[in-house]
C-alpha cells in the first residue's frame, strides 16, 4: 500500500494511499445577473471602496472581491457554465409544472410527471417533479379534514362575524363557550410516526398496539363563561337535543348563569355543528 504526504506549513503529514480521493464540494451559491455584475464593475472603476458600494447592493465584499476579480482575469461579466447535468425541466416546464399542481392540488407527482412528459417530449420522473415543486415552495402535506362548507354556509359564517364584531363586553359577558371533546382508554385516534431502520417495522417499539373495539372511550362535555367554569358532564350514549338542552340547563345551574340571561335572544351556548337545540 503507497502512501501520500500532505503538506500543512513546513511540517508533512503521512496517510495511506487508499484509492482516489473524493471530496464533498461546497454547493455552488446563487449566480448574480450579468447586469448586477456589470455595476459592480461600474462602481469599482468609479473608484469607491468594497465596502461602500457592497453595502449599497446589499452584496457581501467577498462576493464583489471576487466579481471584480473574475472580470480582470476574463475581461467579461458572463457567468461561467457550471459543471454537472443541467436541470431537466426547463423554465416553461418548471411553470406547467406549478400549473398543475396549483389547479388540481390532489393530483399526484406521478400523474404530473405523465402530463409534463407529453409537453416536453422527454422522460421525467416523479420524483423532479417533487423537487421542481420544493424548489418554489409547494410540498404535498396531509390535508386538514373539515366540515364541508357550501357558499351558503360560507356566506352565513361571514354575517355571523360581521354581526359580532361590534359586540361590547356586556354582551359577551353573557354568552356561554362550549366543547365536548372524546377520551379514549388505550391509545389515540391521532396520526403517529416511528423511527425505524430495515427489518424492524415489528419490532415492539416501532409497533402500535391495538385491541378490539378500540378498547373504549369516554365522551366529556364541558363549558365556561365570564362567571366561572362549569361542570364537567359525561355523556353517556349518543348526545341529541334533548341531553343536550339538559346539561345546559344544569351547567348554567352550576355556575349560576341563569340569573345572567336578562334579554332575550342571548346566545346560551356555542353552536354544535351536529345539534341545533
Known amino acids: 500500500m503507497g502512501s501520500r504526504c500532505v503538506k500543512f506549513g ?3 503529514l503521512t496517510l495511506p ?7 464533498n464540494m461546497a454547493p455552488h451559491g446563487k449566480e448574480l445577473s450579468v447586469d448586477l455584475k456589470k455595476r459592480i464593475v461600474t462602481l469599482h472603476k468609479d473608484g469607491l471602496g468594497y465596502k461602500k458600494f457592497a453595502k449599497t447592493l446589499t452584496l457581501s465584499c467577498s462576493t464583489v472581491a471576487k466579481t ?6 476574463t475581461g467579461s461579466t458572463q457567468n461561467r457554465p457550471r459543471h454537472g447535468r443541467p436541470k431537466k425541466s426547463s423554465a416553461p416546464a418548471q411553470r406547467h409544472i406549478q400549473r398543475l399542481s396549483l389547479g388540481n392540488r390532489r393530483m399526484s407527482a406521478a400523474s404530473i410527471a405523465a402530463e409534463v412528459e407529453g409537453v416536453v417530449g422527454q ?5 423532479t417533479i417533487r423537487r421542481t415543486l420544493h424548489q418554489i415552495g409547494v410540498y404535498g402535506c396531509r390535508p ?7 357558499m351558503m354556509h360560507k356566506k352565513a359564517r361571514k354575517q355571523f362575524v360581521e354581526d359580532k364584531q361590534t359586540k361590547d363586553m356586556d354582551y359577551w359577558n353573557k354568552v356561554l363557550w ?3 371533546t372524546k377520551i379514549n382508554l388505550f391509545g ?3 396520526v403517529k410516526h416511528v423511527w425505524w431502520q430495515p427489518g424492524e417495522e415489528y419490532k415492539d417499539k ?3 398496539p391495538t385491541v378490539k373495539h378500540g378498547g373504549g372511550s369516554v365522551m366529556v362535555w364541558g363549558c365556561m363563561s365570564a362567571a366561572g367554569t362549569g361542570e364537567l358532564q359525561f355523556i353517556e350514549g349518543t348526545m341529541n337535543a334533548d341531553m343536550n338542552c339538559d346539561i345546559l340547563k344544569q351547567s348554567m345551574i352550576s355556575i349560576h348563569y341563569s340569573s345572567m340571561i336578562t334579554t332575550p335572544n342571548t346566545p346560551p351556548r356555542r353552536p354544535q355543528p351536529c345539534y341545533r337545540s
Do not use: E, M, Y
Not at 68 to 73: G, H, K, M, R
Open 206 to 208: 416501532c409497533v402500535l
Open 188 to 190: 389515540s385516534d391521532g
Open 68 to 73: 471584480i476579480q473574475q472580470f480582470n482575469s
Open 123 to 127: 422522460p421525467v420522473s416523479a420524483q
Open 144 to 150: 386538514r379534514r373539515k366540515p364541508l362548507l357550501k
Open 10 to 12: 513546513v511540517s508533512a
Open 178 to 180: 362550549s366543547d365536548q
Open 17 to 23: 494511499h487508499t484509492g482516489d480521493w473524493k471530496f
